[in-house]
């Protein structure tokens, strides 16, 4: 599975992006997707996950209510939408994913996953 993630850019507090993530290979149904991200100096942190068939989705405590995970099984996307952006969410965003054959429910660690895109750069101003 390959995987590029895109839509980063620069944006003001209280804003709002929409981040997507292309994926190759015909198992993306099979593939539980997550969003990571991470700052300068800081651990990769989960951000949000959701199962291969939209049945389960997960958000890390510091996003809720204001991001949403979402995925198109038919044009092999996955998207992070992301409202009242604060400048503390700047940071690098990887799209990640599960390997078909994996049971994981939606990991929240980066060890869950096992393909990951190049990320892309989110800076949020104050």
């Known amino acids: 599975v390959q995987l590029q993630a895109f839509g980063g850019g620069l944006v003001q507090a209280g804003g709002c992006l929409r981040l997507?993530?292309?994926?190759?290979?015909?198992?993306?149904?099979?593939?539980?997707m997550g969003w990571f991200r991470q700052a300068p100096g800081k651990e990769r942190e989960f951000v949000g996950g959701?199962?291969?068939?939209?049945?389960?989705?997960r958000y890390a405590d510091f996003v809720k209510g204001r991001f949403t995970v979402s995925r198109d099984n038919a044009k092999n996307m996955v998207y992070l939408e992301m409202n009242s952006l604060k400048p503390e969410d700047t940071a690098v965003y990887y799209c990640?994913?599960?390997?078909?054959?994996?049971?994981?429910?939606?990991?929240?660690?980066?060890?869950?996953?096992?393909?990951w895109g190049q990320g892309t750069l989110v800076t949020v101003s104050s």
């Open positions: 990640a994913a599960v390997a078909a054959q994996r049971t994981v429910a939606v990991g929240t660690q980066p060890y869950d996953y096992d393909y």
């Open positions: 997507s993530c292309a994926a190759s290979g015909r198992t993306f149904s099979n593939n539980d």
């Open positions: 959701i199962s291969r068939r939209g049945g389960i989705i």
